[in-house]
C-alpha cells in the first residue's frame, strides 16, 4: 500500500460469501468514545443525538473495563501522546494518511488535515510496511517526500491532532505469513513499533494487514500470536492497538475471526467496509464502492461481534475507481482521489448531470465513457453513508483517506450534532 498511490484490493470478499447490495466506505474516519447508551425505543433518537453532540465536540467519555482490567491511556488535549493515568477519551473522527512522492494527490493530505478538521480527531499516518522477507520497514521521508516519516511530520501530525496512531501496511499474503510465522520477526516487529510510537509521543499503532481472503488457518494462528504479542508490548508502555479488518457478514466468511483478534487484546477493530466492487460477477457492470444494504449487513454481523461501540470502528470510503465496463475485476484501479476523477472524460460538477448519474443504493456517482466506468463518493455521497452508520448506531467512524477527497459538509455535521 505505501509504496504505490493506490490501494489495491483492500477488502475482497470471499466468493462465497452471500452480501446484499454493492458499495463500499473507505477514507479517514469519524468516532469518538461515547457514554450514552441505546435506551427504549421512546428515546433512542434523543440519545442518539446526544452520543453525536460529544462525538463532535469531543467530550470525554470513560471507557469500559476490558478483559484485562487495565486503564486506557488517553489523548492529551494539546494533541500529545497517551497519558496513561487518565481514562480514555478517543476523539470523533479519524483519517488515514499514506506516503507519496511529489506531485501525487495524497500530498495535500496536510494542508487539508492543517485546516483544523481533525483537531479533536485521530490521525494515521502510515509510517511502516512489511518487505517481502516479513522485515518491517521505515517509510521514511527521504524515500516517500509527502507524508513519510521524520520527526518533523510526526511533530506536525500531533499538533493537529488528539490522538494518532502509526499505521503498518502489509497487501501481500506471502510478505504477512514470513512476519507472523516466525517468532524472531515477530519480536523485532513489536519491538520498532513500540519504540517508535512511545518515542514520537503517539497513541499507538494501526496494523492494516490484508489480503484476507488468501490467508490460511496458519496464518491466522501466527497473526494472532503476532496482535497478542504487540497488544502487550504496547500496553505496558501505556499505548494502544488498533486492528484493520476485512468485511464479514457472518461466521466463516474469512479465516480471520472478529472474536478471536479481540480477544489478543486489540484496543479496538477498524471494519473496512468498503471494496464490494472487487466481488461483481465477471460481465456486469462493476458494483458500487459500499452499497447501503451491503453495510447495513456487514456492520451488523460486526456488531454481533463486538458488542461493545468504543472497541468497534467502522472505514467509510472517500475515493473512487475506475474499471473496464462491462467489468473486470482484477482491472479496477482502486483508490483513485476525486482530485484524479475530475481529470476523467465525461466528468461533470453539473448538479443536473451529478443527480442523474447519481446511484440511489450507495450515494456514489457513476457513469461510463468510452469503455471505462467511473465511480467516486463526493460529499453529498459521505454524507449519505455517514448517515446510514448513524441509523446503525455506529459512533466510531474510520475514513479512507485524506488528500484530495472530499469531506462532511457542514450541514451533516450540523445535524449530527443535534
Known sequence: MAA?????????????????????????????TLICRKGPMARAGMLLATALVVALTGCSAGHP?????RSSPRPSSSGGGANPAEPSALPGLEAW???????EDTCGAAAEYRDGRLRRGVLKPQYWDVDSSGALKLLDSGLHPCNGFSEANAADIKGHSAAQYTTVSAMDRSAIAALVSDPARRTAAV?????????????GVDIDFEDFWAWTPDDERGYEAFLTELAGSLHRAGLKL???????????DSVFS??????????????????????????????????HSWVREAVTYAQSQVPDK??????????????????????????????????????SDDRGTTAARRDAASGEVRWT??????????????????????QLGVTHVSVWTLGGNPWFSAGALRRAAR
Open 4 to 32: 504505490r498511490a493506490t490501494r489495491s484490493h483492500p477488502t475482497r470478499i470471499h466468493p462465497l460469501a452471500t452480501f446484499g447490495g454493492g458499495s463500499a466506505i473507505m477514507v479517514l474516519v469519524y468516532w469518538n
Open 65 to 69: 473495563a476490558r478483559d484485562s482490567d
Open 97 to 103: 494518511v499514506y506516503p507519496g512522492s511529489t506531485g
Open 191 to 203: 519491538g520498532s513499533l513500540t519504540e517508535l510510537a512511545k518515542r514520537i509521543g503517539f497513541t
Open 242 to 252: 488498533q486492528v484493520d479488518a476485512p468485511v464479514e457478514t457472518h461466521d466463516g
Open 258 to 291: 472478529y472474536a478471536a483478534v479481540m480477544r489478543t487484546g486489540v484496543d479496538q477493530l477498524v471494519v473496512m467496509d468498503y471494496g464490494r466492487q472487487f466481488n461483481t460477477p465477471e460481465g456486469e457492470r462493476c458494483w458500487a464502492v459500499s452499497p
Open 310 to 347: 468504543d472497541r468497534l470502528v467502522i472505514g467509510l470510503p472517500s475515493y473512487g475507481f475506475t474499471a473496464p465496463d462491462p467489468c473486470v475485476p482484477d482491472k479496477v484501479k482502486d483508490s483513485v482521489p476525486l482530485a484524479t476523477i475530475r481529470r476523467a472524460p465525461g466528468y
Open 369 to 390: 465513457a468510452g469503455g471505462t466506468l467511473y465511480d467516486y463518493t463526493d460529499q453529498q455521497g459521505m454524507d449519505a453513508k455517514l448517515a446510514v452508520l448513524q
